[in-house]
């Protein structure tokens, strides 16, 4: 297959013609090779518009969904950025091809150790990626310019906004366990400023301040 070609295929008609203007986040979906963050025998679906299975039930979203939110979060090459929820790592590049210095949270030891690797023998050195709960956050590295959040939480965790930097950007999937609907949260001081974007379908954030009860299953 060729996957040069398939990229090319996605960002004109899954990403442009979708509305995505910003050319870092054009240019960094361009050079971010997708089939290498997928199973060997997804690799040859991997440019087509929808969700793939990575293992122990997380998915990595969608083409259009990874350029949508990163867009929302208005990055500049000067960011620190906390994402929660690695997966495969295929967004957490794509803040790394933008973003000065990215941290990305995964629970699953599994997946944050392959994302880890993966990233570093792609040459990613400005990516730490640590086994947590992210939706707690990462106090240890706070402020941060931005925080993405890729899994659907049933609320807006306090410790995630009280973790921006004052004109800092919070993005994450809200609403139950079957829908949610896309918030970007901008902090002014004390402040949040909140805006609704498109609906959408996550895996549950899982942890202290997401769905306690998926926690054991």
């Known amino acids: 297959m060729d996957f040069e070609k398939a990229r ?15 050319p870092a986040v054009i240019n960094a979906m361009e050079k971010v090779p997708r089939h290498l963050f997928v199973p060997d025998d997804s690799q040859i679906y991997a440019y087509e518009d929808h969700p793939i299975g990575i293992g122990y039930g997380q998915t990595i979203s969608q083409p259009y969904m990874v350029a949508l939110m990163t867009e929302l979060l208005d990055l500049k090459p000067t960011d620190k950025v906390l994402e929660i929820g690695t997966g495969s790592g295929y967004q957490t590049a794509i803040l790394a091809e933008i973003a000065e210095k990215v941290i990305s949270i995964e629970r699953l030891k599994e997946l944050a150790t392959s994302a880890q690797e993966r990233l570093e023998k792609l040459g990613y050195k400005n990516v730490t990626v640590i ?6 956050g990462y106090e240890k590295e706070a402020p941060y310019d931005a925080i993405l959040v890729t899994a659907g ?20 999937p809200v609403g139950s366990t079957s829908l949610q609907f896309l918030l970007k949260i901008i902090r002014n001081g004390d402040k949040y400023i909140t805006e609704k ?21």
Request: with cysteine; proline share 5%.
């Open 8 to 22: 090319k295929e996605m960002i004109e008609f899954q990403i442009k013609a979708r509305g995505i203007n910003s």
């Open 131 to 136: 086994c947590g709960d992210g939706s707690l």
């Open 153 to 172: 939480s049933p609320d807006v965790p306090d410790t995630l906004k009280k973790q921006l930097k004052d004109s800092g950007r919070l993005v994450i």
């Open 197 to 217: 974007h498109t609906s959408c379908i996550f895996v549950p954030l899982i942890g202290e301040k997401g769905w306690k009860f998926f926690k054991d299953n």
